[in-house]
């Protein structure tokens, strides 16, 4: 597919404020002092000479950097002093090459700052300084992190979970929101995102979007001040976060206040949501009216990011409920029909141009990407109420399918529910359910071979990699 090409307003407005001279000026002013810190800073001296240090120095950026336009990098004795200044780097840079001849201070710190001035908040870490008589130093402990797996529990039952798998310890904890926050998640989750430092989950049937760090440890349960919130499924772009609300909207969270910005309303009980060609496209599914002269909804909403309107509805095959993505930036939807006459059905939509095509060479109930692959679940009964079954990886580059049957090694999976991928490792994660039991988690490496399996809570929705 082409890029739209990008318009740089700062390039327009630096040629006319030789007309127009109060340009940027004003663009200037809407900015404040940041507020924003950086965090995880790091550094190595790898330079043995001592007084002089020298090595690269890495931080992790804050979640929203809107407002921030470069890092500041100091050399202090306290820890909070900028005694000695030794470079900048522009946002999107989290690292600076520290070179030799820098002769060493106590801490290093990092400050954001924008054309009002440095925020006042800093970040800062201990210089170790590096001798020929220095001792070997113990590497530090890698933390590999966890993979989160959210439990939608039985509707009506009050008994959402979040289970949490240790990568450090190869151990399981079925329950860990209970755990850590000595409450429970609510009644039927359907969606979680990990964004940032924050975990944000919908809680649906409790009508509340719970955020939560790294941990679990609750932050803030948003909740609406008016009619029930019903949050659906989550997507994130640049410093936002999306929620699909089930009474027709789409609303907009700052990562920030974790407050609701603004709502755009959509279709009729909008389902999942992705971001392509700086678009929103929010699947309109109409499923509380399956048994009303109306119908399933049978649109796919396309909201732009800037304006925050719904700028047209593209028509699809009724019932749309998957949305994922690929790298070209295109759109694959499912409709799952109507369960009789309209069966469900695999599409594609080009952002470019909007347009529909439907895929016949295979079809899906369940689909994830990582890259230009797409990996699928079929689960479906046919005119004899045989269950039909297939899991299908899809080349959406070259728009065919690879395998009617990626799992390599025979493992069988009797009641698959969901499907996930994890981008970072590759690897593929699929839940079982009956609906009455505590459901299972079978991990699956790019070359379909299983990795583990393991017993996770009732009714597993969603898989998570996180990286503490």
Wanted: hydrophobic share 35%; aromatic share 10%.
């Amino acid at each position: 597919m082409k890029k739209k090409s990008i318009f740089f307003v700062s390039v327009l407005c630096a040629l006319m404020s030789f007309v127009f001279t109060g340009c940027k000026d004003e663009d200037e002013n809407q900015l404040t002092v940041p507020t924003e810190v950086v965090t995880g800073v790091t550094f190595t001296d790898t330079d043995q000479v001592e007084g002089v240090i020298k090595g690269t120095l890495k931080w992790t950026a804050p979640e929203n950097v809107s407002n921030i336009t470069k890092y500041v990098i100091y050399l202090s004795a306290d820890g909070k002093g900028r005694d000695t200044k030794l470079g900048e780097v522009e946002v999107g840079t989290n690292s600076y090459a520290i070179e030799t001849n820098v002769t060493a201070d106590t801490y290093i710190i990092v400050v954001a700052c924008n054309a009002q001035g440095e925020s006042e908040a800093l970040a800062s870490v201990k210089i170790q300084d590096l001798t020929p008589d220095s001792p070997e130093q113990e590497p530090e402990p890698v933390d590999n992190g966890g993979i989160y797996f959210l439990n939608s529990g039985k509707m009506g039952s009050n008994n959402a979970g979040l289970s949490c798998f240790n990568l450090n310890t190869l151990t399981m904890t079925v329950d860990t929101f209970m755990n850590v926050n000595e409450r429970g998640l609510g009644d039927t989750a359907n969606d979680m995102l990990v964004y940032g430092s924050k975990m944000y989950i919908a809680v649906y049937g409790s009508s509340i979007i719970e955020v939560t760090d790294l941990s679990g440890k609750s932050i803030k349960q948003i909740k609406s001040s008016g009619d029930a919130l019903l949050p659906r499924f989550f997507t994130a772009n640049e410093g936002k976060v999306y929620v699909s609300l089930y009474d027709g909207y789409v609303a907009r969270l700052d990562t920030a206040s974790l407050e609701i910005e603004q709502k755009v309303k959509v279709g009729r009980n909008p389902e999942q949501l992705v971001v392509a060609n700086n678009k929103l496209y929010v699947a309109n599914s109409g499923g509380l009216d399956y048994n009303t002269p109306v119908g399933y909804d049978k649109t796919v909403s396309v909201v732009d990011l800037v304006s925050f309107q719904e700028t047209k509805k593209i028509e699809v095959v009724t019932n749309p409920v998957n949305l994922v993505t690929d790298n070209q930036g295109d759109v694959y939807l499912v409709s799952m029909g109507d369960y009789g006459a309209i069966p469900n059905t695999f599409q594609r939509i080009d952002s470019e141009t909007d347009e529909v095509t439907t895929i016949t060479e295979t079809n899906a109930t369940e689909m994830a990407s990582v890259g230009d692959k797409l990996y699928m679940i079929y689960s479906q009964y046919d005119a004899n109420w045989n269950q039909v079954i297939s899991f299908i990886s899809y080349d959406a580059i070259n728009e065919k399918v690879i395998s009617d049957n990626f799992i390599t090694d025979g493992t069988s999976i009797d009641k698959p529910y969901k499907i996930g991928a994890d981008p970072t490792t590759g690897y593929i994660y699929i839940t079982a359910s009956d609906y009455k039991t505590n459901g299972d988690v079978y991990a699956f490496d790019a070359s379909g071979k299983k990795l583990f399996q393991f017993e996770v809570g009732l009714n597993p929705v969603k898989a998570v990699f996180v990286k503490r």
